[in-house]
């Protein structure tokens, strides 16, 4: 995704956490959670929701270590799959959802 412009702000202590840019001309700002060091779910899926509409073959996959990091990235469906199998590693597509839960 071409982000252009991209802003964010995390203030712990004021519970306020938000991420702007813009994407093909048109401004986005997603308002997130704020809960401990963690990172709003609801921002992946949007990202995912983005992705689906701009290029509908790819999609978000990632890989979770397990701790509090993880590896994400963008593939087909088949190509995940044979990520799967060459690595055996437990690659999983992030799926879209219409609206997340505010």
Known sequence: LP???IRDRV????GEAWLEFTLDGEQHRWEAKVEDD???PN???RFAKLLGQREPELRFMQLDSGDQSALIGAATPAQVEL???LTELPFELIDVVD???A
């Open 99 to 101: 609206e997340p839960a």
């Open 11 to 14: 203030d712990h202590e004021a």
């Open 43 to 45: 921002i992946f899926l």
């Open 3 to 5: 982000l252009n412009e």
């Open 83 to 85: 990520l799967h199998e």
């Open 38 to 40: 963690w990172i709003d």
